[in-house]
């Protein structure tokens, strides 16, 4: 069915295959260091959404509406064709002799990770503002910081509650990597389709993708379904098991 991926590239030694593997390390490359970015920003500005600091719930809420409300390959055309052509002519001409695949890799993973981040951060705020405020004075009263209040208090609790959104943000990092293509980055996709221009195998080419995008999907929600079973809030587990989800026994064992 997938015979193209074993057939020797024209004028070249190497399989088609490898091209959808060196795809597949880009896409990989990408998400992972995309969704690292995009988490520790999205923690930082999701707090400041909720901090009691006018100007800095202003700013992070700016910060929100531009990234989130401006499509994503808009923002890495904006990356990759505007920045150097804004920036002083030296460093402008600095980066455009940037070298494949780091001079298409850099715009994409900054489109992506302040997209991704100004969608996590909506998360975080969302947790922060799910728990009871009198947790936040009570901190307060104890003489802490915000600081240390949304250090060891609110955002250890906020982060347990949002872990089912992040499961969909993480899957759909990897899914958004696809976009990178429209500026040159050889991802999975992108090679899929350079197989297909070779080979004028449609079929086999983007079936293949298809297939390895599904197991990445597969393997990013088992691994994420792993860490909301070992991070759940203490108590969800008896309203999991009412609504028919069974859970773990041993953290069933653990509840008092």
Known sequence: MFNVLFETVQDGEELYLTWLLAGLGWTVALALAGWCFAFALGIVVGCARTSTNRAVAIASRLYVEVFRNIP???QMFLWYFVLPEVLPPETGAWIKKIPPPWGTFVPALLGLSLYTAARVAEQVKAGIEALPYGQRCASRALGMTEFGAYRLILLPQALRIIMPTLTSEVMGIFKNTSVALTIGLLELTAQARQINEFTFKTFQAFGAATLIYLLLALTVYGAMRWLENHFQTPGQEMKREKRGIP?????????P
């Open 247 to 255: 859970f773990d026994k041993k953290a069933e064992e653990a509840t």
């Open 72 to 74: 994503i390959i808009v």
